[in-house]
């Protein structure tokens, strides 16, 4: 029987991450996909004959280092690309465009507020980027590299001066609806520069927390490039095999086998839905918190707080995504060309009253969304000629009053059509399929606690050195030999693969 060094939980993109970096240092790895493919919730799957989509549809801030590092571009990823444009739709053909510092369809005052907007807030993105691509030290008892990490931390945010550094510490936990207000009036580009704060966790635009600490974490990309998710995935696959990655897909784990030796629990393997046992040093898993330590691990070998802490986590998912295959390219009114992030989410209220709705198990009455065509970059995903659009739907409950039974799963799919067909008209008469994903979906789909965006809520109380909670937030657990390598670990979810970068430098430390 075969004995690795390390077996990975999950193929997702991070624990494709995390072999890679293994496998660099030759060990010898095995990663384990309940799924038929690998990439979890950036796999990319037929939702209609010919047409395929990920769930995750853009990488807009995967690390150059890690491309450089695992050398993607040797395996096919392609990095030409610009700032993507993120279009703020209007059903007058007003539209609001954003790219990189250009920014048109506003009064000029506020293209100059803007451009300030935009230097204060990459300073600051900049300023905590690093700190994305590290483990974050528990508090007390600290090494001293540990401590230098802190002190690294409170000197780059002193080196921004008295008055960038003041209003930094102020900014940090307004909601972003006052942030937005001190800026702009315009409200199209209010939310449309709210959204990458908002969007996969559980936050409005009134809710103060952590909203421009997400916002910082998604501008801190060095790469300023948007991959496309299937081709990022399949890189990391491929490197991943050529550097001698065992991967095998439909292999569920049901257990993670531990041997007890007085007080100390080690993780020795992993049991597969087969009954096969399959044995390894170390085993790292990339599945959700919850998922790993209370039903792959089980309670009995954590002490009482600890599953407590982990039973606490916040995990319900509040996006959907929906999937159209078009027998043609769609037409946006007022728009030359459909590519880029087209947003339908005319002002803040919308977007706030949505959330409204979500609280209260609702599904939204003016749904707000993100629109891709990834057809226009990755034309191989649906037949010649033909196209898919992917929506990203913000504030559908998990627990939706109705569990999403099938009338409130049509009347969501009806309202979201709707609400794009005001903005391209005849879209529905393009439709020869259709998928909705509700959170209840990508949760059994995709093996993901609550289908949850980030496997966790984005929020300060489960961010940092409390990731997934103390005691865990290190990348290693309380059982000797077992780690966490995904978004549920440190710094979060979205594309990244930094939990699986951070999780292999910490398991070869
Ligand atoms: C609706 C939605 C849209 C999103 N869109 C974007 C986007 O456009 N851009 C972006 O950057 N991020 C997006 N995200 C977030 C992003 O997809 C996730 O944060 C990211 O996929 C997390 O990666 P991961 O590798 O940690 O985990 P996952 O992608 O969840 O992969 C974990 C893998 O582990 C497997 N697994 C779990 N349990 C077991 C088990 N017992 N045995 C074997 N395998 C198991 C799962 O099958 C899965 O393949 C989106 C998320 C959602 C929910």
Redesign the pocket.
Known sequence: MAHYDTII???????LVCANYLALKKKNVLV????EVC?????SHEFHDGFHAS??????HFPQKIIRELRLAEHGLSLSGNHQACIGLDRDGHHVIVQGNQVSGIPENEVDAYKRYLHLMQRYADMLAPFWLRAVPPIGNNSLPETMAFAELGLKIRLLGKEDMREFFRMITLPMYDLMDEYFSHPLLKSLLSWDALI?TKQAPRSPNNSVLQLLYRMAGDSHITLD?PTLIDALQRAAVSRGVNIRTN????DIVVEQNSEIVKATGVRLESGEVVTAEQVVS???PK?TFLK?LGAEHLEIEFTNRIARIRDD?L???LHLALNNLPSFSGLSSSAGRLFIAPNLETIEIAFDHAKYGESPVDPVMEITIPTLENPGLAPEGQHVLSA?VMYTPFKHKSEWDESARAELTTKIIDAIEVYAPGIRSLIVGQEL?TPVD?ESR???SG?????GDFALDQLLMMRPTHGAAQYSTPVSGLYLC??GTHPA????GM??HNAAREILS
Not at 9 to 15: D, E, L, M, R, Y
Not at 55 to 60: E, L
Not at 251 to 254: E, M
Not at 493 to 496: N, R, S, Y
């Open positions: 939980i999950g193929a997702g993109h991070n624990s384990v996909e309940a799924a990439g979890g919730l950036g796999a769930v995750a549809h853009q990488a807009s996969g998710v292999s569920r784990v049901c990339s599945a959700d998922t792959l998912g996006v959907s995504k990203h994903l990508l995709f093996n993901t289908g949850h965006w980030h496997h995904g978004a979810g979205d594309i990244t939990p699986g």
